[in-house]
């Protein structure tokens, strides 16, 4: 059988692996699970925002991939720096050295003055030269000089350079790249020209330039480039793009374009994803497997990719490291965690089952200690769970805003429903006006003008049944073939309409042509019923916007017929309108002015841009990013609402883009900035943050409740220990319970009451000694004591004995405490007790002091003492010395300081001792210091003795820099407390300054 000590420690043994496996290893446990929680959840948001920047990435590959586009892109940078610039041929040589050291150098430029003259420069190969001066000479003359007369005259020469091209089409296409022939081989031409707004012209051009207005944009010449095609490098854009791209891309992650026909090129534009450890061989084969299954993106392996063809041989693609997903930060500080908490339970389990170091805890701290792991854990758990919640919460939130753009959208074309239906109100009021039926066709002039310039109405025609026009927009803005269709709408409407109109009928050739010209007019708007059915439906909707495509463009036509003094049917109104121009109206109104006031309650920015042509965005604010361009392109090649995010002046922001359905000449975009739902989400953290901590203090604060209740009794007794050692005592315990902590209250009330006598000796002890300093003649003595505990053993006086001398006593009792403060007070009052021939010889009172110690206390105790008497009228002193610390005298004449050896026992040790007596001058000038064992044998900061040596040097250096015995005094004992760093004293200290002043002088009257 095991015996009570092996049964403990085996008990300790198995207590010490429970505690580690129950303490440490569930709460890790828990920990890791609840986060392999949160991370999958990451881990798929992770992975759509990586394939969504991917996506985008690719498309601008695709996009820019093209060499014209890239190259295009490059000259358009190049124009626009010498835009801002005058030019020089020192300019344009430093720019052509440059230029052929890179990837374009392959591209001829050419520039021009605002003469249209060729600038040459150093180095000019004259290429080209001649003729393309006459090409441009021909192209700018409309701008430099007002005048196109070159155009046809340089024909010859445009075919010669640049093959079977029309002069006249290469004035619309300046500022792109044309392909031509160049010299029978196939290349490109580009021509642009230079404007500045400081530079005013003269006059006095000698081929008649033409002074523009001030505030105008001033011809300062242009530039021309050439280059053939043969000479573009392979792949020139895909890889400049890719170098640009993977340097701007994250750790792990790069973009390349695998060519199928060409795997030479594919290694080249790949090498970033090669080094990042992939097999060509590998990615080729994963690439083609994607498109073998029509899927863009995929998970591989050990990475993710995603894909987008650029031609039958090229496929763009990204890839991204699923290593690069892994949350390593946070890992790392759950593994910290995790260490933390099991070394932690290890320390505090071995100290307490294994070396008992921990035998005793107070009830508070276990109480405390438990409910602050039993909360830590759940709360640590709600933490990552709420940490979940505010990704999840905040995807939710994202996908909600982008719902919200695509609706806002949405009502944007939605809502243009409502500007037709004030073009209509518009139009009706107009069709039912009384000005109207009394033909007051001046009136009607001048809301046409009206509406003409507000851009309300394209035309307002008013026709008579008698087929002529009362009213029609002036020639200039409208055309002859816009006059014969809203004429035949009229005729035949009237005809419809059974009303009698003079010339049809009797002439049936011109009925024939209206017939003629309506079924043609049918046929452009795209009606399948021909001109009857047209012009019924016309019939049964007047009054009403009619929606008609004619050609590239669609029209409203508003018809509305005015009954006149003759009939119901007298005239005829005609309004159009065109659908891009109220369009154009309705988008400025919704997104200028409505626009402020969603802006203002929803924070939703609205913008939009044209769907075709120069793709001008509005608000002119946003034009200015290209992002905006980029996605409204990507909308505009896929017809489909594009979202995503992005940055503006350095703040997020969630746009959505898509084309409008009632309005499809546009593109409209709803912008949200992201701070709105990071503040959302950061209040809610915030709350749950608040919530755990909540919970924390809540354990806390039930762990304090409950310690209360049981160690209540505790806190008194630990309140009654403040109160000794703050000298309260008076203290008193109240009645605790009737148990053993009842009995310790009883207890220590007693022991209070004899703390209280004790208090009571120390404030008798303390009367005893010296209040202040004394001065006698030339003579200062100062002196103070400080005791280790209540009763000290350290003994010092000084006093004046009939005016002449002065009496010095120190001395120090072994011991501390009562007994000790006893035998100083005996020793002082025995002192007190000698007769007046003997109190002033330090020898004989040594002896009689000695031997009534040595009879009361029989060697229990001893007291060691320094005796001296100064005679102020002599200016000597004599002293004998009881085994205590050596004095030091300084000697101000010499500047020396020396200790006063004096060896001898102790007063109390032996039954007969003989002392020795010294007599020494006392000079002006000249100090004593007393002190007693507790100073030097103090440590200091280095935990070294002060010494002999210490107080030496302390005093050295005071007493050269103080004059008064109490300045002495406080400087040695400021010194003593730095030096053991303010630091309780294990030993009584008593510090004793005598010093001789010097005399003042009399002065004598002459």
């Known amino acids: 059988m095991l015996d009570f000590s092996q049964s403990t420690a085996l008990k300790n043994k198995i207590n010490f692996w429970f505690s580690i496996i129950f303490f440490a290893g569930l709460p890790i446990l828990l920990l890791f699970f609840a986060w392999n929680f949160v991370e999958v959840h990451r881990y798929q948001n992770k992975k759509k925002e990586i394939f969504e920047d991917a996506d985008r990435t690719l498309f601008r590959l695709k996009k820019e991939g093209g060499d014209l586009f890239f190259i295009q892109k490059k000259v358009n940078l190049v124009y626009g720096e010498f835009c801002e610039k005058h030019i020089s041929s020192k300019d344009i040589q430093e720019f052509l050295e440059n230029f052929r050291k890179s990837n374009l150098g392959f591209i001829e430029f050419y520039f021009f003055d605002k003469k249209s003259d060729f600038i040459s420069y150093p180095g000019d190969d004259g290429k080209f030269r001649k003729v393309l001066s006459r090409l441009y000479l021909a192209l700018s003359e409309p701008e430099a000089f007002g005048q196109d007369k070159m155009l046809q005259q340089y024909k010859p020469v445009f075919k010669s350079l640049l093959g079977d091209v029309d002069p006249n089409s290469l004035i619309g296409m300046k500022g792109t790249f044309i392909p031509v022939s160049l010299s029978s081989k196939p290349g490109f031409f580009y021509w642009n020209t230079f404007y500045r707004s400081e530079d005013v012209f003269n006059s006095s051009n ?9 505030n105008e944009p001033i011809f ?26 993977n340097k701007d891309c994250s750790e792990g992650n790069s973009f390349g374009c695998f060519d199928f026909g060409d795997l030479v090129f594919s290694k080249k534009w790949s090498e970033f994803a090669i080094t990042s450890g992939i097999k060509l061989e590998e990615l080729g084969k994963a690439i ?112 909600e805003q982008f719902s919200k753009l695509q609706d806002a959208i949405s009502n944007l074309d939605e809502n243009y429903q409502i500007a037709l239906n004030q073009l209509k109100t518009r139009f009706l009021k107009l069709s039912r006006s009384s000005f109207l039926k009394k033909r007051d066709i001046a009136k ?43 004429t035949t709408i009229m005729r035949k409407m009237f005809q419809k309409k059974n009303v009698d109109t003079p010339g049809l009928g009797k002439n049936f050739f011109a009925e024939a042509m209206v ?51 003759s009939g119901p049917f007298q005239s005829l109104l005609i309004i159009n309108e065109t659908k891009r121009t109220l369009s154009k109206h309705y988008l400025r109104w919704a997104v200028e002015k409505r626009g ?133 005592f008076d203290y008193c315990i109240p009645s605790l319970a009737n148990d053993e902590f009842g009995d310790l209250g009883v207890t220590f009330n007693r022991m209070m009451e004899s703390l209280q006598e004790i208090h009571v000796a120390k404030v008798v002890q303390e009367a005893l000694f010296p209040e202040k300093s004394l001065l006698l003649g030339e003579y ?148 004593l210091v007393l002190y007693t064992d507790g100073i030097v044998e103090t440590k200091d900061i280095n935990d070294e003795m002060i010494g002999f040596h210490g107080i030496e040097k302390m005093a050295l250096s005071t007493l050269m820099n103080f004059s008064t015995s109490r300045e002495i005094h406080d400087q040695l004992w400021k010194e003593f407390e730095t030096s053991r760093d303010f630091r309780p004293s294990n030993d009584d200290v008593t510090l004793i300054v005598i010093k001789r002043r010097i005399a003042p002088k009399n002065n004598k009257k002459k």
């Open 596 to 728: 402020k006031k969603i802006r203002k309650a929803f924070s939703i920015q609205l913008g939009y841009s044209v769907n075709s042509g120069n793709r001008e965005i509005k608000p002119v604010e946003f034009s200015k990013y290209p992002f905006l361009k980029e996605i409204i392109e990507k909308v505009q090649s896929s017809r489909n609402p594009q979202t995503g995010f992005f940055q503006i002046s350095g703040e997020n922001y969630l746009i959505a883009c898509s084309p409008l359905k009632k309005m499809g000449e546009y593109i409209a975009f709803a912008l949200f900035p992201q701070k709105i739902i990071d503040g959302t989400i950061k209040e809610i953290s915030l709350k749950m943050f608040g919530i755990s901590i909540m919970s924390g203090i809540f354990a806390f604060f039930i762990g304090l409740i409950l310690s209360k209740q049981f160690i209540w009794p505790i806190r008194e007794l630990a309140f009654g220990i403040q109160a000794i050692e703050d000298r309260k």
């Open 220 to 245: 300062q010449g242009g530039m021309m480039a050439v280059f053939e095609e043969e000479k573009i490098p392979k792949g020139l854009s895909i890889q400049t793009l890719l170098g640009e791209i």
């Open 288 to 399: 083609r497997e994607m498109q073998k299954k029509f899927i863009r993106q995929e998970v591989l392996s050990d990475y993710l990719i995603s894909i987008l063809p650029f031609d039958e041989e090229k496929v763009f693609f990204g890839i991204y490291p699923l290593r690069n997903l892994q949350d390593f930060k946070i890992k790392g500080i759950l593994l910290l965690i995790s260490l933390f908490i099991f070394f932690l339970v290890i320390l505090f389990a071995y100290k307490i089952y294994i070396t008992q170091e921990f035998k005793y805890i107070s009830i508070r701290k276990k109480l405390i200690a438990l409910f602050l792991y039993a909360t830590a854990i759940p709360t640590f758990s709600f933490v990552l769970l709420c940490y979940q919640y505010l990704s999840d919460k905040k995807d939710v939130m994202l996908n």
């Open 206 to 214: 000698k081929r008649g330039a033409f002074q523009p207005d001030s």
């Open 780 to 927: 200062e003595v100062t002196g103070s004591s400080e005791t280790m505990s209540d009763l000290g053993g350290d003994f010092f006086d000084y006093f004046v004995i009939a005016d002449r001398y002065i009496l010095t006593l120190i001395g120090d009792v072994t011991g501390h405490g009562i007994s000790a403060a006893l035998l100083m007070a005996m020793a002082k009052s025995g002192i007190f007790m000698l007769e007046d021939n003997i109190i002033l010889n330090p020898v004989a009172s040594l002896e009689r002091i000695n031997q009534m110690i040595f009879r009361t206390v029989k060697k229990k105790k001893m007291m060691t003492f320094f005796y001296s008497v100064i005679d102020i009228q002599e200016n000597k002193f004599l002293f004998s010395n009881a085994g205590h610390c050596y004095p030091i005298f300084y000697t101000n004449s010499e500047q020396r300081l020396d200790f006063l050896k004096l060896p001898a026992y102790p007063l109390g040790s032996r039954n007969k001792t003989r002392y020795q007596l010294i007599e020494k001058r006392f000079e002006s000038e000249d100090v």
């Open 444 to 486: 009607l002039g001048k809301i046409y003008e009206n509406w003409n310039e507000k851009d309300i109405s394209d035309s307002i025609f008013l026709g008579e049944s008698s087929g002529e026009f009362s009213f029609k927009p002036p020639k200039s803005k409208t055309n002859d073939f816009a006059v014969k269709v809203i």
């Open 515 to 565: 017939d003629s010209l309506a079924e043609s007019l049918v046929s452009v708007f795209g009606g399948t019923g021909g001109a009857k059915s047209l012009f019924e439906q016309f019939l049964r909707k007047t009054d009403e916007l009619h929606e008609i495509s004619l050609g590239n463009q669609t029209q409203y036509f508003f018809l509305s017929f005015i009954p006149g003094p």
